[in-house]
């Protein structure tokens, strides 16, 4: 495997001068050390190491630093990891086949309220690409609302269980979203839908995604992206050492926001920004928690805790959701 090496960039999503640094190296430690205690109160003695993944196991490195844009306001590592060992370790990200499934099966029934709002914004079911679709748990629910859904992810063991799991009614092809949409005439414009849940703010070059996804929609296509809310993450991190920090950690780790296991943080504006020049017009954004990731190794309380917190995070979001955890973006591809 290629050994990380990193670079210094500008902002992905505006091109300004690096930004102010919002976290540096010994912070987000510090932070991974407070994840890595969270969980060890809340798992049950014994619990096997496969489960631990996305909870204090991460395919992304921990950052060595975090910058926040000035002008557009996204939250974005700098340095950064280049593009080749960002790939390599999706690509070679080895789960058990037994976790892959239970998480399968946790997802596809919350991606069900997914299925439903793309249908809403779009006005009709129709084709759908999911990229990144890992597990297959989104293919699953929109497949069962009357999608005709495809997705393509880089993972070979991911994908052997989204085939097993959704069956032949759903094509799903080992590729990236790059290769895929490369095809030109195969899939240009095919698609009246691409949702990309949980990913885009792990891809390289969130400007030349949201540029190809463009090209694989038909006039008046949707572009669903669910991304971690920035300015929630900077916000809420600000008071982890203060009086109300044991509320802030339990904000930022349900929601897998501590030590901030990801490459992009959006905000409303920063999509805007992203979207707009490139012929969208954002129509929905929605506030929202991350998915139930409590199993049978967590401990009773802390399942209730989770689903407590997430419960009362959802009826407080707005429909511009400043301050959710997690924003779901719907875009419409102009004419």
Same mark, same amino acid.
């Given at each position: 495997?290629?050994?990380?090496?990193?670079?210094?960039?500008?902002?992905?999503?505006?091109?300004?001068?690096?930004?102010?640094?919002?976290?540096?190296?010994?912070?987000?430690?510090?932070?991974?050390?407070?994840?890595?205690?969270?969980?060890?109160?809340?798992?049950?003695?014994?619990?096997?190491?496969?489960?631990?993944?996305?909870?204090?196991?991460?395919?992304?490195?921990?950052?060595?630093?975090?910058?926040?844009?000035?002008?557009?306001?996204?939250?974005?590592?700098?340095?950064?990891?280049?593009?080749?060992?960002?790939?390599?370790?999706?690509?070679?990200?080895?789960?058990?086949?037994?976790?892959?499934?239970?998480?399968?099966?946790?997802?596809?029934?919350?991606?069900?309220?997914?299925?439903?709002?793309?249908?809403?914004?779009?006005?009709?079911?129709?084709?759908?690409?999911?990229?990144?679709?890992?597990?297959?748990?989104?293919?699953?629910?929109?497949?069962?609302?009357?999608?005709?859904?495809?997705?393509?992810?880089?993972?070979?063991?991911?994908?052997?269980?989204?085939?097993?799991?959704?069956?032949?009614?759903?094509?799903?092809?080992?590729?990236?979203?790059?290769?895929?949409?490369?095809?030109?005439?195969?899939?240009?414009?095919?698609?009246?839908?691409?949702?990309?849940?949980?990913?885009?703010?792990?891809?390289?070059?969130?400007?030349?995604?949201?540029?190809?996804?463009? &090209? @694989?929609?038909?006039?008046? =296509?949707?572009? #669903?992206?669910?991304? !971690?809310?920035?300015?929630? %993450? $900077?916000?809420? /991190?600000?008071?982890?050492?203060?009086?109300?920090?044991?509320?802030?950690?339990?904000?930022?780790?349900?929601?897998?926001?501590?030590?901030?296991?990801?490459?992009?943080?959006?905000?409303?504006?920063?999509?805007?920004?992203?979207?707009?020049?490139?012929?969208?017009?954002?129509?929905?954004?929605?506030?929202?928690?991350?998915?139930?990731?409590?199993?049978?190794?967590?401990?009773?309380?802390?399942?209730?805790?989770?689903?407590?917190?997430?419960? &009362? @995070?959802?009826?407080?979001? =707005?429909?511009? #959701?400043?301050?959710? !955890?997690?924003?779901?973006? %719907? $875009?419409?591809? /102009?004419?």
């Amino acid at each position: 495997m290629t050994t990380a090496t990193y670079e210094l960039t500008a902002c992905p999503v505006c091109g300004h001068a690096p930004g102010d640094t919002l976290a540096d190296g010994d912070a987000l430690r510090a932070e991974q050390e407070r994840l890595w205690a969270f969980h060890d109160a809340r798992l049950r003695p014994g619990v096997p190491v496969e489960r631990l993944v996305d909870r204090v196991a991460f395919s992304q490195r921990l950052p060595l630093g975090l910058a926040r844009c000035a002008q557009c306001t996204l939250v974005y590592r700098n340095p950064r990891e280049r593009d080749i060992a960002l790939r390599e370790a999706y690509a070679d990200e080895a789960v058990e086949a037994d976790a892959l499934r239970a998480l399968h099966d946790t997802q596809r029934d919350a991606y069900g309220a997914q299925a439903e709002r793309l249908e809403e914004v779009l006005g009709r079911r129709g084709r759908v690409l999911e990229v990144g679709s890992y597990v297959g748990g989104f293919l699953a629910a929109a497949a069962r609302r009357g999608w005709r859904a495809t997705g393509i992810d880089i993972n070979a063991a991911a994908l052997a269980v989204a085939r097993e799991a959704v069956g032949d009614d759903v094509e799903v092809e080992e590729a990236d979203l790059d290769g895929y949409a490369a095809r030109g005439d195969t899939v240009a414009g095919a698609f009246d839908a691409v949702a990309v849940w949980n990913c885009f703010e792990q891809l390289p070059d969130p400007r030349g995604a949201a540029h190809r996804t463009a &090209a @694989l929609l038909g006039a008046g =296509g949707v572009l #669903a992206l669910r991304v !971690p809310n920035g300015a929630f %993450y $900077a916000a809420i /991190r600000e008071r982890l050492d203060g009086p109300l920090g044991p509320v802030a950690e339990r904000l930022l780790a349900h929601n897998n926001l501590l030590a901030f296991p990801y490459r992009h943080g959006f905000t409303p504006g920063s999509l805007r920004r992203l979207l707009e020049p490139l012929g969208f017009e954002v129509v929905r954004v929605y506030g929202d928690a991350l998915v139930p990731i409590a199993d049978e190794w967590t401990r009773p309380w802390a399942a209730w805790e989770e689903r407590l917190l997430k419960g &009362a @995070l959802r009826l407080l979001a =707005g429909d511009e #959701a400043e301050w959710a !955890p997690w924003l779901e973006v %719907y $875009a419409r591809r /102009r004419a």
